[in-house]
Each structure stands twice: as structure tokens, then as C-alpha cells.
């Protein structure tokens, strides 16, 4: 595969991270963004995992801040000429039912989950236009798919993630640039982790198993950047169980007890192995 160049957000942690190692890999080229400064979080990770600094720009960028975005996209122009994908990864979660979170906590998930994208996603586009080509990939997840009670609000601002990813790609394309929302089931990572122990979060826990961050880098400097599609599910058949269940939620609110019982114990199985 030709060489890219990449912009990845919440690149301290999680899927973000270990994105950045499998870029860097496959030979592309990362600015590696997340909210905290760069020359202190990220610079400390970029030594612990190796990253190839002649290929790699740390830029601190809050995903919420329009201007920090112009900033992070100029500041890879610069150093590059031009950006040909873009990951829109950071996210938040905070566990627990519809009455458990703040009211700082309401807009920290629709600013960074949802704000994030929709300024990421305009950033990109207005470089890549010009270009006549480039990919934006927006990170959201199953909770995309079908309402997920526990997670009420990271489920609805991820559904809102999916519906501008799916516009935008029908409006960019006639530009040359492309559109994806990936969309995984539960990934080991801290923000998984925070849910161990809610009661509220149990149903992501519900699936066969837990994808590893690997499988996810995988799927997204492999498929997602040859196919392109826009919309990318992780494993497929949780996606057609998502699917069935947001078609018909009153069966499925029917069926929810079973999958909670199912949660609970893969809940218990991930807390034992760590």
C-alpha cells in the first residue's frame, strides 16, 4: 500500500494508541493527537511503544475545539503537504443509567463523542476537497447499531456519530473523498475497563468475547482502508444482532433480561482476568 498520511485522535490510550504503532508498521506517516500536551503524555507514550519519530507529529488537540483542529490539520499540512486519512477516535464514557451522570458529564459525552466528530470530520473535508480525494474514519461503536439501556447517553451521541458519518460520505463523495463509521463490539481497553463493576453496564460484556485493540487496528488499517465502506461492523454477526434489535425494540426490550444474564457473566469472566 502506498504511503499515507494519517491524523488520529486520542492517540494517549485505548484504540487510539496502539492505531498509531500499526500505522507507523505498515510505513504510513501519523500526527498523533490527544487533549493533553503533547510534549508530555503523548511524548512519554511515543518512547514506551517505539514509535518512528521521523515519521511520527505529536499535536495536542481537544477534539471539542474548532481552532485546535485547524491548528492539529495545519500543523500536518505543514510538515507533510496534505493529509489522506483522518481517525476520528477519542471518546468518553461515563457507566450508569440515565440519572447517574452530571450534568458536566452530559456534555463532556455529546462534545467529545459527537462535537469531536462533526469538527473533525469539516476539518478534513476542507482539505480534502481541494484535494479531490482523502478518508475520513469516525470511530463509534455497536451502541451505534441499537439503543443500549445502561449506556443511554454514549449510545445516543454514537447514533448520532453514524447518521452524520453515512450523510457526510453521501455528500463528499462526488468530491473523490470518502466516509466510514466503524463500529465495534466491547475493546479491551480503559474505557471498558471504567464499566467493570456497574450493574448499568453489563450488555456490552453480552457478546462471545471482547476484541482485543490488535483485531480492531487490524480491521482499521486493513479492510476499512481498502474498501472504504461506509459503514464498518465489528464482528459482523453482532451487527446483525444490533440491527434486529433496533428494527423491533419491543421484542427486543423482551429478550433483554437473557442478554443481561449473558452480560453479567462475561462482566464477571473480564474482571477475573485482569
Not at 60 to 89: F, K, P, S
Amino acid at each position: 500500500m502506498t504511503e499515507l498520511r494519517c491524523l488520529v485522535t486520542g492517540c494517549a490510550s485505548g484504540i487510539g494508541r496502539h492505531l498509531v504503532g500499526a500505522l507507523l508498521a505498515r510505513g504510513h506517516r501519523v500526527a498523533a493527537t490527544d487533549r493533553l500536551p503533547a510534549e508530555d503524555r503523548l511524548s512519554r507514550v511515543a518512547t514506551e511503544d517505539a514509535w518512528d519519530r521521523e515519521r511520527t507529529l505529536l499535536v495536542t488537540l481537544d477534539v471539542t475545539r474548532a481552532d485546535q483542529w485547524t491548528g492539529a490539520m495545519d500543523a500536518a499540512v505543514e510538515a507533510w503537504g496534505g493529509i489522506d486519512v483522518v481517525y476520528n477516535v477519542a471518546g468518553y464514557l461515563c457507566p450508569g443509567d440515565i440519572l447517574s451522570p452530571t450534568d458536566d458529564e452530559v456534555d463532556r459525552h455529546i462534545d467529545v463523542n459527537l462535537r469531536g466528530v462533526v469538527l473533525g470530520t469539516r476539518a478534513a473535508a476542507r482539505h480534502m476537497i481541494p484535494a479531490g480525494s482523502g478518508h475520513v474514519v469516525n470511530v463509534a461503536s455497536i451502541a451505534a447499531l441499537s439503543p443500549v439501556p445502561g449506556l443511554a447517553l454514549y449510545s445516543a451521541t454514537k447514533y448520532a456519530v453514524r447518521s452524520w458519518s453515512v450523510s457526510a460520505a453521501q455528500e463528499l463523495k462526488r468530491h473523490g473523498v470518502h466516509v466510514t463509521v466503524f463500529c465495534p463490539d466491547a475493546v479491551d481497553t480503559p474505557m471498558l475497563e471504567a464499566q467493570v463493576g456497574h450493574e448499568a453496564s453489563v450488555l456490552p460484556f453480552s457478546g462471545f468475547r471482547v476484541l482485543s485493540v490488535e483485531e480492531v487496528s487490524q480491521a482499521l488499517t486493513g479492510p476499512v482502508l481498502r474498501r472504504r465502506p461506509m459503514v464498518y461492523v465489528l464482528p459482523r454477526y453482532r451487527g446483525w444482532i444490533a440491527r434486529v434489535g433496533d428494527l423491533l425494540p419491543g421484542p427486543g426490550f423482551r429478550l433483554l433480561p437473557f442478554f443481561e444474564r449473558i452480560g453479567r457473566a462475561g462482566q464477571a469472566r473480564y474482571r477475573a482476568g485482569k
